[in-house]
């Protein structure tokens, strides 16, 4: 897996935009496929979006396309993930995580048990 610090949350209006990075530690970063997830209060963790370990091809939930873009900068070693047109309903406590190449987030879902901190995302109504 690959250790890293979300940053970039915070309270925003509904309609207005933050832009999150995952900075990792590891000199391997550009080695691992990288995701997005949240977890709201009361709810499951989710996968919002992926990116290979190149950006050829990136992956959204359908909630967030045409809101939310993923890219990366390997040379930084950071993941980021651009917001716009926030809503209330993505409001969560955003993570990130390496994986699969195939951007399948089930299995990073269902087994992975080293979550960072995140960074909470709030939007007001």
């Known amino acids: 897996q690959v250790p890293a610090v979300e940053s970039g949350g915070g309270l925003v209006q509904a309609g207005e935009s933050l832009r999150l990075s995952c900075t990792a530690s590891t000199s391997t970063f550009d080695d691992w496929s990288m995701g997005w997830f949240r977890q709201a209060p009361g709810k499951a963790r989710e996968g919002v979006s992926c990116?290979?370990?190149?950006?050829?091809?990136?992956f959204y939930t359908e909630s967030v396309k045409g809101r939310f873009t993923i890219s990366r900068d390997n040379a930084k070693k950071t993941l980021y993930l651009q917001m716009n047109n926030l809503k209330p309903e993505d409001t969560a406590v955003y993570y990130c995580?390496?994986?699969?190449?195939?951007?399948?987030?089930?299995?990073?879902?269902?087994?992975?048990?080293?979550w960072g901190q995140g960074t909470q995302v709030t939007v007001s109504s």
């Open positions: 990116i290979t370990w190149d950006g050829s091809s990136t």
């Open positions: 995580a390496a994986v699969p190449d195939s951007l399948r987030v089930e299995k990073v879902l269902a087994e992975y048990n080293s």
